[in-house]
């Protein structure tokens, strides 16, 4: 099996606590005890760093720091870690965001990845000025791409869509490396978009044969599409690790405990009235309920009863949630976006936990070279 990839993710939606923090779909971001700043924020991009992961995806929406803004600044106190960058098509032109990806690459070093969002909620997108439905923001976000990656590619453009046009469109400074767009999304019109512009596409923590059928439908829908250029596949999804099965669940249930009945009620009917198919599954999988939350062998939908987006997350001892990765994988998951909560002591109980036990199956290494360790008592022989 080939190598996987991890990645992290940057608490700028409401910020970080030792509780789940909700927001996400239009649902307030609730409050937390560690604001979303750059002191705080730059402490979990070097731990990320440290301990191995690739890349740190950033959201996007109203609820959230702008991540184009906030990464850029993290990316000043940080050395290696790529960042994930999160935003909407409907919100910035398609010449402007080739050109700031550009500058990106060029003053960051190379570390942009771009997770194209079309936007769940109309109501949201109105706060920005976008009044399109969602099947005709989908239309768009096939043609912003269409237009961007042409502008990469060094062309001059020339295009006359349906919702966007451009004109003798030509960068000054093309990306180096081209950031790799990543993009969701559960229905009918996301799937087409995903099918022919995805280089990552990306999908919620689902039960591992729910995660397989999609990939099966992505691939068929590249695959009638004539698709050359191949497609990896990522999951996004929370995690709760620790040296036993029995703290992990402990830990579980103390976040459960702190989730108040009447936040799940109020968060639950705003997450209900969500455009988003895949918000619709997973308030499925968690019933608005406490109860019966293991959908899936060491794999738990508590987190989705308060927060909007990724709901379930892997909860086990460290070769437990290994053995769950190791399914993923098998039906073709080759990336891994991951949280907890609180993120900085998340990244330091996965990757010393999780990652070792991963390298020891030979299905992960770390992304920088090994430093030389001095011997443990100077001067030995």
Same mark, same amino acid.
């Given at each position: ?11 700028? #939606? ?5 509780q ?30 440290? #301990? ?18 906030a ?6 106190v ?33 570390r ?9 909620e ?9 009044f ?11 043609e ?61 923590g ?34 709760? #690790? ?55 062998p #060491?794999?738990?939908a ?30 073709g ?7 907890a ?38 001067f030995?022989?």
């Amino acid at each position: 099996m080939s190598a996987l990839q991890f990645h992290w993710f940057l608490p700028t #939606n409401g910020g970080d606590g030792r509780q789940v923090v909700d927001g996400g779909h239009g649902v307030d971001a609730g409050s937390s005890a560690r604001p979303a700043s750059v002191s705080y924020l730059g402490q979990v991009a070097r731990a990320a760093e440290d #301990n191995g992961f690739a890349a740190a995806l950033t959201p996007t929406g109203a609820w959230c720091e702008d991540a184009w803004v906030a990464t850029a600044m993290l990316s000043q106190v940080s050395a290696r870690l790529k960042f994930l960058v999160a935003f909407r098509p409907g919100a910035v032109a398609p010449y402007l965001a080739a050109q700031m990806a550009g500058t990106f690459q060029h003053l960051s070093g190379g570390r942009l990845l771009l997770n194209v969002v079309t936007g769940g909620e109309s109501h949201e997108q109105r706060m920005y000025g976008d009044f399109e439905d969602k099947d005709a923001r989908y239309e768009r976000c096939g043609e912003f791409l269409h237009i961007v990656r042409r502008l990469w590619a060094g062309e001059t453009v020339d295009f006359s869509g349906k919702h966007l046009r451009v004109e003798g469109a030509r960068l000054a400074q093309l990306p180096d490396p081209v950031p790799e767009v990543y993009f969701g999304g559960s229905s009918p019109a996301a799937g087409a978009v995903a099918a022919e512009h995805a280089d990552v596409y990306l999908t919620w923590g689902e039960p591992p044969e729910a995660v397989a059928a999609k990939i099966a439908w992505i691939k068929e829908l590249a695959a009638a599409r004539g698709r050359e250029r191949p497609i990896r596949f990522g999951l996004r999804v929370h995690v709760i #690790n620790r040296d036993t099965s029995a703290e992990a669940w402990a830990e579980a249930d103390r976040l459960l405990a702190g989730i108040d009945e009447s936040a799940i009620t109020r968060v639950q009917e705003g997450l209900r009235r969500s455009e988003s198919e895949g918000q619709r599954r997973m308030l499925a999988l968690n019933g608005g309920t406490k109860h019966g939350l293991e959908i899936h062998p #060491n794999l738990w939908a508590g987190i989705g009863l308060v927060r909007g987006g990724a709901g379930t997350a892997l909860v086990g001892a460290h070769a437990e949630v290994a053995d769950l990765i190791e399914q993923y994988h098998r039906v073709g998951i080759e990336e891994f976006v991951l949280s907890a909560y609180p993120h900085l002591e998340g990244t330091y109980w996965f990757g010393e936990g999780v990652l070792p036990e991963l390298a020891r199956r030979g299905l992960w290494e770390h992304p920088a070279p090994p430093r030389a360790r001095p011997a443990a008592i100077p001067f030995a022989g």
